[in-house]
Each structure stands twice: as C-alpha cells, then as structure tokens.
C-alpha cells in the first residue's frame, strides 16, 4: 500500500521560507517521476514543480520559478520542495504526487498523477 506523507507546512509571513517534505512509503521513489500540486481555496489544483525520477530534469511553473526548488533523495525516499521569497498568493494546501510518465514543457496541463498526498497547508500572510 502506497503513502506518501507531505509534512512542512504552516503560517509564514510574506518573504519567509519553508520547506515542505514528502515521504513515501510502499513504493520507491527511484523509479518514480514526482511533482508538486497546490490548490489555493476554492480554486482548482494547479501544476507547481516536478522532478524526473533522478533528479536530472527539474521543471518549474512560471509562478515560482526562481522562488521554489524541488529536489529529491532517493536514498531516504523523500522530496522537498524548498519555498523562498512567499508571497500571500502562495498559500494554498499542497500536494506531492508520483507517477510513471515525464510531461516535458507540458506539466502545466497535468492533472492526474499515479499516487497523492493527502497535502499540508501552506498560509503566507501579507
């Protein structure tokens, strides 16, 4: 049975940092691409960043590129994603997902992942 535990999450003020954390357990995330999702309140969830299954292609959406780093290790089966310079726009819960399929340029467009998260909410206040 697969689980992924996304922890990390709280109340920060705008331009703090945080970083999330996503631990599986039931499968190995070597053999997994993953990403990152949001979904701000009543809003639909949206693309933030993925990672290939090594690490060696990262893909960003626009909105935080530059801000936000996704980095994984495999040897403890967790991913991070590191949120610098917040901003109230990023509040949201988020989510990490995995899955078998690399999505290129078009990430942004994805909806379905193999497993979820259950999410950890992020407030940025202003």
């Known amino acids: 049975q697969v689980q992924l535990v996304e922890t990390g999450g709280g109340l920060v003020q705008a331009g703090g940092s945080l970083r999330l954390s996503c631990t599986a357990s039931?499968?190995?995330?070597?053999?997994?691409?993953m990403a990152w999702f949001r979904q701000p309140t009543r809003k639909e969830r949206e693309f933030v960043a993925a990672?290939?299954?090594?690490?060696?292609?990262?893909f960003y959406d626009d909105s935080v590129r530059d801000r936000f780093t996704v980095s994984r290790d495999n040897t403890q089966n967790t991913v991070y994603l590191q949120m610098t310079s917040l901003k109230p726009e990023d509040t949201a819960v988020y989510y990490c997902?995995?899955?078998?399929?690399?999505?290129?340029?078009?990430?942004?467009?994805?909806?379905?992942?193999?497993?979820w998260g259950k999410g950890t909410l992020v407030t940025v206040s202003s």
């Open positions: 997902a995995f899955g078998r399929n690399w999505y290129g340029n078009t990430w942004t467009k994805v909806k379905d992942m193999d497993y």
């Open positions: 039931g499968l190995s995330i070597g053999n997994y691409h």
């Open positions: 990672s290939s299954y090594s690490g060696s292609r990262i």
